[in-house]
T-cell receptor
C-alpha cells in the first residue's frame, strides 16, 4: 500500500481480555517497529523486526506482550490479559532498511476499561 | 536522567519568527531523527542525520557529534508548523530508537 496501515484505529476492551493489533507496513520495507505512546508521555520502543525475526524485543513491558511478523510483511502485536496501564496509542513504523527513514502508521488507540 | 533531552518543552511564537528546538543526548549514536507529530497523532519523519546539516524547505537540522547535540530550526514560521517535534536517536550497537519527550510548538497568526 501507499503507507503504513494499522488496524483497528480504536479499540476499547475490558480488563483481562486479550487484544490483537495489526500493522501492514509499506511493501518492500524490511524493518518494522512497534512503539507505544501513553497519554501525555513520549514515545516508547517496544520491539523491532528485521524480516520475520525480532533481534530486539527489549522494550516489551511484560510477558503479556508478544509480537510476530509473517512473510516479511504484516505484523501483529498481542496483549494478553489487558490491564488499565496498557491504555495507550500503539504505533507501528516501517523503513526500507534498518535505520532508514521511518514511515509511521496512524496508530491504534487502545483503551482498557 | 533521560538519554535524550529536548528543550524547550513548550514554545509559543508569532508567525514569521525563527524557531530553534534543541536536542541533547548522552549516549553514542549512529543516527538521529527529527519527527513531527500533528494534533490527531500522525507522525512524519522530517530528517535523519548522522553528521553535518540538512535543509528541506523552511526546515534546517544540524548535528554536532562531538558535543552530542542537534538543533531543528524553522525559518519564517507559520501556524501550520504548530505540532510536537520529537528528537530520536539510534543508539550505537542497538536496534532501538530512544525518544526525547518532544517540544510542543504553537505558532500564533
Amino acid at each position: 500500500g501507499a503507507g503504513v496501515s494499522q488496524s483497528p484505529s480504536n479499540k476499547v476492551t475490558e480488563k483481562g481480555k486479550d487484544v490483537e493489533l495489526r500493522c501492514d507496513p509499506i511493501s518492500g520495507h524490511t524493518a518494522l517497529y512497534w512503539y507505544r505512546q501513553s497519554l501525555g508521555q513520549g514515545l516508547e520502543f517496544l520491539i523491532y523486526f528485521q524480516g520475520n525475526s525480532a533481534p530486539d524485543k527489549s522494550g516489551l513491558p511484560s510477558d503479556r506482550f508478544s509480537a510476530e511478523r509473517t512473510g516479511g510483511s504484516v505484523s501483529t502485536l498481542t496483549i494478553q490479559r489487558t490491564q488499565q496501564e496498557d491504555s495507550a496509542v500503539y504505533l507501528c513504523a516501517s523503513s526500507l532498511v534498518f535505520k532508514g527513514n521511518p514511515f509511521f502508521g496512524q496508530g491504534t488507540r487502545l483503551t482498557v476499561v | 536522567k533521560n538519554e535524550v533531552e529536548q528543550s524547550p518543552q513548550n514554545l509559543t511564537a508569532q508567525e514569521g519568527e525563527f524557531i530553534t528546538i534543541n536536542c541533547s543526548y548522552s549516549v553514542g549514536i549512529s543516527a538521529l531523527h527529527w519527527l513531527q507529530q500533528h494534533p490527531g497523532g500522525g507522525i512524519v519523519s522530517l530528517f535523519m542525520l548522522s553528521s553535518g546539516k540538512k535543509k528541506h524547505g523552511r526546515l534546517i537540522a544540524t548535528i554536532n557529534i562531538q558535543e552530542k547535540h542537534s538543533s531543528l530550526h524553522i525559518t519564517a514560521s507559520h501556524p501550520r508548523d504548530s505540532a510536537v517535534y520529537i528528537c530520536a536517536v539510534h543508539i550505537q550497537g542497538a536496534q532501538k530508537l530512544v525518544f526525547g519527550q518532544g517540544t510542543r510548538l504553537t505558532i500564533n497568526p
